[in-house]
């Protein structure tokens, strides 16, 4: 189970990413933040935000248009 979970559905790029990053600064280091989202665009958004972060992207999964994504706070 995540250490906080962020609801971005209904939120189109880049509000998912930025509601990310501010959620973040709440999870304690090597903890993990699982994003939903319903905007298909957030796939690759979630990847790059993790490669340019120094954040692991753990899962990303997709289950009725709902996008899911745990996050793993190295930083």
């Not at 957030?42 to 490669?51: L, P, T, Y």
Request: aromatic content about 6%; charged content about 25%; some cysteine.
């Amino acid at each position: 189970m995540a250490d906080a979970v962020l609801d971005a559905k209904g939120l189109n790029c880049p509000l998912p990413i930025l509601k990310a990053k501010k959620a973040l600064k709440d999870v304690p280091s090597g903890g993990t933040l699982e994003v939903l989202s319903t905007d298909p665009g957030s796939v690759a958004d979630f990847e790059a935000f993790c490669r340019t972060t120094g954040n692991e992207l753990l899962d990303s999964k997709s289950d009725g248009g709902v996008y899911t994504f745990l996050i793993k706070h190295t930083s």
